[in-house]
């Protein structure tokens, strides 16, 4: 059973695939028709509660109401929201700035404490429908970007303090054909956004749908072929190798150690990868990196998976740091050593409609102390793959994997003093889909959870 604040083409598409839904909006009139259209679409149960989602008690009840009649609850998808479009320092309707946080920020925040309880229950889903426009400034919607600027740090937050048991995508579309952006102010304010496309609402909730039906029929990885940098037996690399193994991938493994290469490729043939070869390689190099990619096409004649892992780490304030010359490498392996590679297996991933992971890092985001040039490196990596998600469209999905820090020879230098985690208990970011991007962790694809090192979509061999 899946419960739905009112969005009609959500709505829609979980009536095809014989959802029970329960529909909420606070113009109860209006739901009788969709509700009509959803059963012809063949959803087998349908309800209609007529409620102000910036209510506690409308919340409380629509909920209670959902449990009552279903006895269970596998989605919430909050939806409901409003924009107020108006110059800041024109708009003197003061009393009514608050509603639209009341009904962005809050109507969902409600909804979902009382939900909670019943989604850990059936290890259910919260999707939360944002905009671009919590993160991108847009003038004359103030009160709306901050509104959905509280909305996505929230549910950022969220997702660390629930951990796997409730999955949680953030949705982040740009513009989007709908009663919302139809009003006369906001044909106004994005009159001169012409140049940019604005999608349907049908589009953008069937990418968002097939984004969470990927998420729950994962990808079988036996057979395929995955390059993975950094893969030497110091963390996150060398488990991803195992792991791949585990489910029969066949593996390119890339460092510049080949001992170290050696004893993993080993271990991940013991534990079922059926051909294993190892590529000597400096990912910061562009003549490196164009020769990983060959001779792993070479030697498989594919690549369906390309896993950008290697780099590097130093713990050190700036003002403390006696030749910035040397730190150019963070950015050199960290950076562009992604960037490189990706550039060179692209058109082998058009082929076989692959995939991109990037382990990138939350100091990418938080930006900690004594990592400067680190999180400035992570920062570009994070930003180049969110654009390149955009550019690639559905034909190559790209997962960003931001750990915090994780038990690894990268971090046992002796400045290093932070807690850690085990590389095989670190924390993984679930799609944002920021974008939904048509692959988990769709994660859904951005914040901490509690992980194993299974790699993104894995299923394990028949």
Request: charge should be positive.
């Amino acid at each position: 059973m899946f419960f739905i604040s009112f969005l009609k083409q959500i709505s829609y598409e979980y009536a095809r695939r014989r959802a029970r839904l329960v529909l909420v909006d606070i113009r109860g009139d209006r739901l009788g028709r969709v509700v009509r259209n959803v059963k012809n679409l063949g959803s087998p149960d349908v309800i209609a509660i007529a409620a102000d989602v910036s209510k506690v008690e409308d919340c409380k009840r629509f909920v209670d109401e959902t449990i009552k009649h279903f006895g269970q609850l596998d989605h919430l998808v909050n939806n409901a929201g409003i924009a107020r479009i108006k110059l800041f320092e024109e708009d003197e309707s003061v009393s009514e700035f608050p509603r639209v946080m009341d009904v962005n920020f809050w109507g969902t925040v409600y909804g979902t404490h009382f939900a909670i309880p019943h989604l850990r229950k059936s290890y259910g889903k919260i999707i939360v429908i944002a905009s671009g426009l919590g993160k991108v400034p847009f003038p004359q919607t103030s009160f709306y970007n901050s509104s959905k600027a509280a909305l996505i740090s929230f549910y950022e937050t969220l997702r660390c303090e629930i951990g796997w048991g409730i999955g949680i995508t953030i949705v982040t579309p740009g513009l989007i054909n709908s009663e919302l952006t139809q009003t006369v102010a906001a044909k106004a304010a994005i009159g001169f956004l012409d140049f940019v496309p604005m999608a349907s609402s049908e589009r953008c909730v069937f990418k968002l749908l097939w984004s969470i039906w990927r998420s729950v029929f994962k990808e079988n990885v036996a057979g395929k072929v995955v390059l993975i940098t950094g893969a030497i037996s110091s963390g996150i690399g060398e488990h991803l190798a195992y792991e791949y193994g585990k489910r029969g991938a066949r593996l390119a493994l890339v460092a510049r150690r080949t001992d170290r290469l050696q004893k993993v490729a080993g271990r991940a043939r013991e534990l079922g990868s059926p051909d294993v070869i190892v590529i000597t390689a400096d990912v910061s190099k562009l003549q490196d990196s164009k020769r990983f990619v060959d001779q792993t096409v070479n030697h498989f004649g594919q690549l369906d998976h390309l896993v950008n892992n290697a780099g590097i780490f130093n713990s050190q304030t700036f003002e403390g740091i006696r030749d910035i010359s040397k730190f150019v490498t963070f950015m050199d392996t960290n950076f562009w050593g992604s960037v490189y590679g990706t550039h060179f297996a692209l058109a082998h991933l058009r082929k076989s409609k692959g995939k991109i992971v990037v382990m990138s890092s939350a100091a990418g985001w938080l930006c900690p102390p004594r990592a400067t040039i680190y999180t400035a490196s992570k920062a570009a990596q994070i930003g180049l793959f969110e654009s390149l998600r955009v550019e690639l469209g559905p034909e190559i999905g790209v997962t960003i994997v931001t750990p915090g820090f994780v038990e690894s020879e990268m971090t046992q230098p002796k400045p290093f003093k932070l807690k850690q985690q085990s590389a095989t208990t670190t924390n993984r970011v679930r799609h944002r889909t920021t974008t939904p991007e048509l692959s988990p962790p769709s994660v859904e694809p951005r914040t901490l959870q509690k992980w194993s090192p299974s790699p993104p979509e894995l299923e394990s061999k028949p």
